[in-house]
């Protein structure tokens, strides 16, 4: 009776559905939905495609200055780098004082010196007067 009738119906429906699911319908669909997703994916690599650019050329910006701040550019500039007679590196005009033979590092060579003293500037009286 009534359950027959039910699964008769449900059979039916079902049919529909599987006639409904042949392989032209269910490529045409997923050929609409790639359609679909085109241009959004190529929003995507667009997209991607700048951040990659962005980052490139920020990372191209900081080894610019990396290189600006390495010893090489510092001594172009014209600073020079101070070694004792050991090659140590010095920081510090004490060390110099103390060291018998030092290395002056320009950007176009090396020369030897040795440390000597440097006589104190005497101070020059104000040019102007005092108000009081």
Avoid: Y
Avoid at 62 to 82: E, I, M, N
Avoid at 117 to 125: E, F, G, T
């Amino acid at each position: 009776g009534l359950l027959a009738l039910g699964n008769a119906r449900r059979r039916r429906d079902l049919d529909l559905l599987a006639a409904a699911l042949t392989p032209e319908r269910l490529l045409r669909g997923l050929g609409q939905r790639r359609e679909r997703l085109a241009v959004p994916g190529d929003r995507l690599e667009g997209a991607f495609a700048r951040r990659v650019r962005d980052a490139r050329a920020g990372l191209d910006g900081l080894g610019r200055t990396l290189a600006s701040l390495g010893p090489k550019s510092v001594l172009a500039r014209g600073f020079v780098l101070v070694r004792d007679a050991s090659g140590a590196v010095l920081t510090r005009a004490a060390g110099a004082r103390e060291a018998a033979m030092l290395e002056l590092e320009f950007s176009d060579g090396r020369v030897a010196t040795r440390p000597m003293r440097v006589r104190s500037r005497r101070k020059r009286p104000p040019e102007q007067g005092t108000l009081f």
